[in-house]
């Protein structure tokens, strides 16, 4: 199997498990509100990461476990606010996902809010630093390879997964429908904040 294929399927299969960064994503495909954006950034984020871990970097993560500890900590206290606004949402608002009727949320919002789904969770560090960056060893001589195929696992599921939204969308224009998804996301995002602030390492 060629470095880039491996790299592609390695890099697909730790992006697949649910967590908060793909609730985040989905909701926003089926909001349609900066979908593009959104994707690129999370998907950039990762090639980032991956290039730091192949090239080394990731035994820094492992050497200075405070840089685990703040985005621990830090990740499970922004889990915690968002999933309390989502468990709100479900309960009070009567929203629907008929584009005429959805308020689009500031860019500045938007961005902000996806760069703390993605670069306060632990998960993302070890998944693509430290993992990604030691299997990676074994393809000394083509770790270029074998990190572009990672990377582009990203690009794929995320754009994927944002884009593919659309297929939910006609399920989504009851507001009962919005109100089960609100709450459906509180408890992912309750349950990996729970997970985050009682880890006494990488989960």
């Known amino acids: 199997m060629s470095s880039y294929l491996s790299g592609f399927l390695l890099g697909f299969s730790f992006i697949l498990a649910i967590g908060a960064q793909n609730a985040f994503v989905l909701k926003q495909g089926l909001k349609k509100q900066h979908v593009f954006l959104v994707c690129f950034i999370?998907?950039?984020?990762?090639?980032?990461?991956?290039?730091l871990g192949?090239?080394?970097?990731?035994?820094i993560v492992k050497r200075f476990p405070s840089i685990?500890?703040?985005a621990r900590y830090g990740g499970a206290l922004f889990l915690t606010i968002?999933?309390?606004k989502s468990f709100i949402s479900s309960f009070k608002n009567n929203h629907s996902l008929i584009?005429?009727?959805e308020v689009p949320e500031s860019v500045f919002r938007t961005v902000s809010m996806c760069l703390a789904f993605t670069w306060l969770n632990p998960h993302v560090y070890l998944d693509t630093m430290v993992l990604i960056g030691s299997v990676s060893q074994q393809f000394?001589?083509?770790?270029i390879s074998f990190a572009l195929g990672a990377s582009l696992a990203s690009f794929v599921f995320f754009f994927s997964l944002a884009y593919g939204a659309k297929l939910l969308a006609p399920k989504m224009q009851s507001p009962s429908s919005w109100r089960i998804l609100d709450f459906l996301i509180a408890l992912?995002?309750?349950t990996i904040a729970i997970k985050l602030a009682y880890a006494g390492n990488w989960l």
Do not use: H
């Open 82 to 84: 968002y999933a309390l």
């Open 54 to 59: 192949v090239s080394g970097f990731g035994e």
């Open 140 to 143: 000394y001589d083509d770790k």
């Open 99 to 101: 584009p005429s009727d």
């Open 42 to 51: 999370c998907a950039i984020s990762d090639a980032v990461l991956i290039a």
């Open 68 to 70: 685990e500890i703040i």
């Open 188 to 190: 992912i995002m309750f």
